[in-house]
């Protein structure tokens, strides 16, 4: 919350919170589509420009998900691409991103690279390199593409870049699993 309230306080908003769940609880549970991977075969590229979401409550990018990172990811040509400032929730250090958030935000977007490309994958390896500190409260832009693909695998790389700064600040490397159309039939 980046405030210093008192205990009176928190306890009063704890008990709104758990109320508030409990009654969010109540509530049919909203499943994942069946047919989720299936479609990444079937369902036609999303629009060059356009927007990309998969599922508004995604752990990282989601944005009905109130934890997850506020980033807008969008076809660019073959890449994905988010422009991010991460606030203090995402701090490590004072001022700084937290080397997790920066690998989940890596990760998520090259998911969505899958789904440019119109494949089933998951992450099999993910290598992260830290290049320079990542400040909380500055505009960064991450790009992800595709730079391998065979019948099994892909190869995805992507690099975090401080907005007008012409120098990553973090770069990655991942490797997917592609799950083969007919084992989605």
Known sequence: MAHDADEATLDALARWAADTAELVRR??????????LHRRY???APPDGGALITSSDRPVSGPANPSAVAMTIRRVGNE???????DRRFESAPGRVHGGVTASVFDDLMGYVQVIDGVAAYTRELHVRYLAAIPTYTPIEVRARTTE??????IVT???RIVGVDQPVA?????????PREQLD
């Open 27 to 36: 509530e049919p549970i909203l499943p994942r589509a069946a047919d989720y």
């Open 42 to 44: 079937t369902d036609p």
């Open 80 to 86: 994905a691409r988010a422009e991010i400032e991460f």
């Open 149 to 154: 693909r065979g019948d099994r695998r892909s």
């Open 158 to 160: 992507a690099e975090a």
């Open 171 to 179: 770069d990655a490397r991942g490797i997917f699993a592609v799950i």
